[in-house]
C-alpha cells in the first residue's frame, strides 16, 4: 500500500498556462516530418485495369488454343486442286480453285478433205467444195477437229484443256486447247461452256513434215517453209512488214493495203529473200 500522499504538495496542472495572453502561437498538433497520407485509390479505375488486364489473358488464352488452325481475317485461303484452274470470289477472302473440263478425243467427221481444197485465210480455213462448209472461227470443235482427223488421221499431239499463258494467242487465263496435225495446229476455246475452234498455227517448226498437212497453204498461195522472196512477190499487192515478237522471234506482218487490217502473220529466219518464212499464223484471238 503506498503512503498517504501530503495534501500540501500538490501542483497545479494549468500552471504554465496562467500567463498565457492570447497572442502566443498555437502548437503544431503533429510532427511537420512526417510524409502525408496517399489518398485513396479511385475504384472505377481500379476495375477498369483489372478488366483490360483480364481481356488480354483471355485473348492469349484463346490464340494458344486454337493455334494454326484459325485462319487471320481477311487473309486469302487457296485450295490447290492439281490441273485446275483458279477463281476468286469478288469481295470473298476464299480462293478455290475448279478441275478442268474433260479432254475426250474428238472423232472423225465426214468424208477425208483433200488437202489442196482446204486454204488458210484471216478467219478460218476456207474449204473449196460446194458440200462442204468452211471451217470457221467460232464453229464447234467437235465437227471442225472432226473433219480434220477425216482428213489427216488421229491428232499427232492433244494438249487437253489447260490455262493459257499467252503462248498460242489466246487470253491469259482463260481456257485453251491446241490439237496439232504435223505442222498445223488448230487451236480450240470454251465459249459458253462449248468447245470452239478459234485460231490456227502453221510452222515448220511443229515437225512431221511428211504429214498431208504440211501441204496446206493461203488462198493465194503462200506456204510454211516458202522465203521470204516468195512472201514480198505472193502479196506485192498488200503491205509486207517485218518486227519481232517477244514470245516467237523475228516474225513478218501481212497488211490489207487499204485497211492496215493484219491478215496473217508468223515467224521468218530474217528479212532477206532467200530466208525462209518459218510459220503462216492467224491473227491472234486475244487481239481479234
Known sequence: ?????????????????????????????EDP?????????????TGLVVGLLLVALSVAVFQLLTGDDTAVAGATTTTSVPDGTTTTVPGSTTTTTSPLPPSDAYPPVGEPIPVGRMKLMTDRV??????????????????????????????DEDT????????????????????????????????DDTDVFNGYR??????????????LETLSGLRAGDTVGDLKQIYANQTVEFGTDAAVGEIFELRGAESNDLILWGPVA????????????????CAR
Open 33 to 45: 516530418n512526417t510524409p502525408p497520407a496517399t489518398p485513396p485509390g479511385s475504384p472505377l479505375l
Open 270 to 285: 530474217g528479212q532477206g529473200d532467200q530466208d525462209p518464212v518459218i510459220g503462216v499464223y492467224a491473227p491472234d484471238l
Open 202 to 215: 502453221q510452222d515448220v517448226g511443229f515437225g512431221d513434215l511428211g504429214s498431208p498437212a504440211s501441204q
Open 160 to 191: 487437253g484443256w489447260q490455262v493459257s499463258t499467252g503462248e498460242w494467242g489466246v487470253c491469259v487465263g482463260d481456257l485453251e486447247r491446241v490439237v496439232r496435225f504435223g505442222p498445223f495446229a488448230a487451236i480450240v476455246t470454251m465459249v
Open 126 to 155: 476456207r474449204v473449196q467444195a460446194d458440200d462442204i462448209p468452211d471451217l470457221t472461227f467460232g464453229n464447234a470443235a467437235d465437227l471442225v477437229i472432226g473433219a480434220l482427223t477425216a482428213s489427216f488421221g488421229d491428232p
Open 1 to 29: 500500500m503506498s503512503e498517504p500522499r501530503d495534501p500540501t504538495d500538490w501542483t497545479d496542472p494549468y500552471h504554465d498556462l496562467s500567463n498565457l495572453t492570447g497572442d502566443e502561437p498555437i502548437p503544431p498538433l
